[in-house]
T-cell receptor, first 114, second 116 residues
Framework: AQSVTQPDIHITVSEGASLELRCNYS??????LFWYVQSPGQGLQLLLK??????LVQGIKGFEAEFKRSQSSFNLRKPSVHWSDAAEYFC????????????FGTGTRLLVSP | DAGVTQSPTHLIKTRGQQVTLRCSPK?????VSWYQQALGQGPQFIFQ???????QRGNFPDRFSGHQFPNYSSELNVNALLLGDSALYLC???????????????FGSGTRLTVV
């Protein structure tokens, strides 16, 4: 069965510091991987996605993620965090059974300190 | 161009009641998926509709049912509500067969259901 693990429930980063959010997945085939961000009371906004090709993926808001097949990881990074980045971040894998569904991790809450 | 629209935004129901949530997909999208997000959890897949048929279903009881209309909009119905059904219900639209197209998934802001 497909699964996604986000080992960090909360992370606090100082504004201007770099950020890395961890994501490990379990999937039997080539994964389709996504990172979403959710602000309080809001829906999910797609930051970036990986389907194939270059393992370093660029997204919106200055985020990037690197797919490492050998480690079954898809970690999200940002070189310099802004206070507006404080939110909940979800990693997801697209699972195929004829149609595609998303399997999400439990999320990492990012807090940004001044 | 409107994204995914969900209604209502908030809802309070009593245990045992029935509820209907509505979703209008993004223009051009033909597939609608529903997710349940309990507090402090990631979204869990409920089911997916395409061409007015349920195409796949997650691990949810039959109390959860849905419908897709010819205009691609969708409803999620939950019968015999339990306290544990309290959650944010998210609708996501996409273009067949799923989010691997360049358009990906578009999520609505959700309906917050509270069961008391």
């Amino acid at each position: 069965a497909q699964s996604v693990t986000q080992p960090d429930i909360h992370i606090t980063v100082s504004e201007g510091a770099s950020l890395e959010l961890r994501c490990n997945y379990s999937y039997g085939a080539t994964p389709y991987l996504f990172w979403y961000v959710q602000s309080p009371g809001q829906g999910l906004q797609l930051l970036l996605k990986y389907f194939s090709g270059d393992t370093l993926v660029q997204g919106i808001k200055g985020f990037e993620a690197e797919f490492k097949r050998s480690q079954s990881s898809f970690n999200l990074r940002k070189p310099s965090v802004h206070w507006s980045d404080a939110a909940e971040y979800f990693c997801a894998v697209g699972a195929w059974t004829g149609f595609q569904k998303l399997v999400f991790g439990t999320g990492t809450r990012l807090l940004v300190s001044p | 161009d409107a994204g995914v629209t969900q209604s209502p935004t908030h809802l309070i129901k009593t245990r045992g009641q029935q509820v209907t949530l509505r979703c209008s997909p993004k223009s051009g999208h033909d597939t609608v998926s529903w997710y349940q997000q309990a507090l402090g959890q990631g979204p869990q897949f409920i089911f997916q509709y395409y061409e007015e048929e349920e195409r796949q279903r997650g691990n949810f009881p039959d109390r959860f049912s849905g419908h897709q209309f010819p205009n691609y909009s969708s409803e999620l119905n939950v019968n015999a509500l339990l306290l544990g059904d309290s959650a944010l219900y998210l609708c996501a639209s996409s273009l067949f067969p799923g989010g691997t197209t360049k358009y990906g998934y578009t999520f609505g802001s959700g309906t917050r259901l509270t069961v008391v």
